[in-house]
């Protein structure tokens, strides 16, 4: 994937993995690198963790602690230099909670996203009508100002642009229930504007959006969640509650969570199927 088109967060992580690799493969722990650097060892471990940038001159100073060749410092030289850009992110960072705007870095370079979502219609397929009213929704218990609010909004049809229309779309699979186009929203006229919004993104090559009906086996009872896979980097799981949000990133767990949406797949109608109960909902919002 080119540069440009690269997460600075995914760059972060894959940096701190490198590093931790080569670590692991001079058979240093934690401690003993840190010794060997005169540094705490929690410098060594936030580093790996991308909880701390480090400087070339750590970079440096690893790389010749663990005996990593040229090219590979090179390498290395290059994740930090991509790791130190502004994500898009960043320009709503005031507003966004900290937990999203990893998951909008780790989103920005992820190839397939799969989006289970039982309550609303997921912020990649909102409009700005609905995306506001949902914001609005929460807006006496998250406390947002009016900027606040709109600020979020312009972050979420931004985030449209940068994930749906970039030229390397990811895949996205979306399985919703039937009850999230039946859950209102602002005016009839919103909900009937985001039910047409919804047909039409559900036509882009890369997007398949399937509906849980009401009357179908519901398999898995479980909460929103986005499975996020990515090319070069372990897949990881995005969980949001209303105060807190947080990923899932054991593998073992995120599996589970992959066996989960392949269950609901397999009850959910199929795309076609899926058009003709949203258009009928869209129909039923006009009047």
Wanted: glycine fraction near 6%.
């Amino acid at each position: 994937m080119p540069s440009q088109q690269g997460s600075p967060t995914v760059r972060r992580l894959r940096l701190g993995q490198e590093l931790r690799l080569l670590r692991e493969r001079r058979k240093f722990t934690g401690a003993k690198a840190a010794r060997e650097l005169g540094w705490s060892p929690s410098k060594v471990s936030r580093i790996e963790a991308a909880k701390t940038m480090p400087s070339a001159e750590d970079i440096k100073s690893m790389a010749k602690l663990y005996r990593a060749d040229g090219d590979k410092l090179e390498e290395l030289v290059g994740l930090l230099r991509d790791a130190e850009q502004r994500g898009w992110w960043e320009d709503y960072e005031d507003t966004l909670p900290e937990e999203y705007t990893r998951f909008l870095g780790l989103e920005a370079e992820a190839i397939h996203q799969r989006d289970w979502e039982p309550q609303v219609v997921p912020g990649l397929l909102q409009t700005e009508g609905y995306a506001r009213e949902v914001i609005l929704a929460t807006r006496g218990i998250s406390r947002l100002t009016h900027s606040g609010v709109r600020s979020r909004v312009e972050a979420r049809l931004d985030r449209q642009q940068r994930v749906l229309h970039r030229p390397d779309p990811c895949r996205m699979s979306v399985i919703l229930d039937e009850a999230a186009l039946m859950r209102r929203f602002g005016e009839p006229s919103v909900m009937r504007e985001q039910m047409e919004h919804l047909l039409e993104v559900s036509l882009l090559s890369h997007v398949s959006v399937q509906v849980l009906p009401l009357d179908s086996l519901h398999p898995v009872n479980t909460g929103a969640f986005i499975h996020l896979k990515f090319a070069e980097f372990d897949d990881v799981v995005y969980l949001e509650q209303l105060y807190s949000a947080r990923f899932v990133e054991d593998l073992e767990r995120v599996a589970g969570y992959e066996t989960a949406f392949d269950h609901m797949r397999s009850e959910a109608l199929d795309e076609d199927d899926s058009r003709i109960l949203i258009q009928r909902k869209a129909m039923l919002w006009r009047r």
